[in-house]
């Protein structure tokens, strides 16, 4: 049962990893004119305050979230890196 769930964590965390690196190769190529499109992408988020996020202030403090997701070609790109390098473990 230990081997599964630990097979889980690292399928979890590679993906997480080809995200990340997906995304920073897609920002660092937005400049090349021949790899622009790879950082093209959409932008999610919840939140409904002036900057798209809750506030709430109850005087003495106040607690600010939102939640924003930019999903681009070079992610998409690198969690499917991710996924085949994990099958190939």
């Known amino acids: ?6 097979k889980t964590w690292v399928l979890v965390l590679l993906l997480l990893c080809g995200v990340v690196i997906g995304s ?19 932008t999610f988020g919840i939140g409904n305050g002036a900057d798209g996020a809750f506030f709430l202030n109850l005087g003495i403090i106040t607690v600010t979230f939102a939640l924003s997701i930019k999903i681009s070609i070079a992610s998409i790109l690198g969690v499917i890196i991710a996924f085949f390098v994990y099958r190939k473990l």
């Not at 049962?1 to 630990?6: D, V, Y």
């Not at 897609?26 to 093209?40: A, E, H, K, N, Q």
């Open 1 to 6: 049962m230990a081997g599964k769930n630990g």
């Open 24 to 42: 920073f190769l897609g920002y660092l190529t937005r400049d090349i004119s021949w790899l622009s499109w790879l950082d093209y992408g959409m």
